[in-house]
């Protein structure tokens, strides 16, 4: 059974750093485009970042543009969400995403961020 798991999220200060990871398996990885999504209280599930399968290109919310990075070692079957100066606004809960060139797509269960002091 195909299985996303993340990782690295936590409690930190406005302007703080952190990475979250998404380990898959069992996956073809590289052929999977990764995303990073986020779900704040009230609020519904929004795009965060992706990252292709095919060129490794990347797109970005305009919230997170120039904070955050997403990028992807195939050979370890992860994906990373390195969030820089980060803000009140960024506390969610983030998820893990995969989806195959057929559509076929696959959810992780989320890793709570908090930006608080």
């Known amino acids: 059974q195909r299985q996303l798991v993340e990782s690295g999220g936590g409690l930190v200060q406005p302007g703080g750093s952190l990475r979250l990871s998404c380990a898959a398996s069992p996956f073809t990885f590289s052929s999977y485009a990764m995303s990073w999504y986020r779900q704040a209280p009230g609020k519904e599930r929004g795009l965060v970042a992706t990252?292709?399968?095919?060129?490794?290109?990347?797109n970005y919310a305009d919230s997170v543009k120039g904070r955050f990075t997403i990028y992807r070692e195939n050979d370890w079957n992860t994906v990373y969400l390195q969030m820089n100066s980060l803000k009140p606004e960024d506390t969610a809960v983030y998820y893990c995403h995969a989806l195959d060139n057929y559509g076929m797509e696959y959810w992780g269960k989320g890793t709570l961020v908090t930006v608080s002091s």
């Open positions: 990252i292709t399968s095919a060129d490794g290109s990347t």
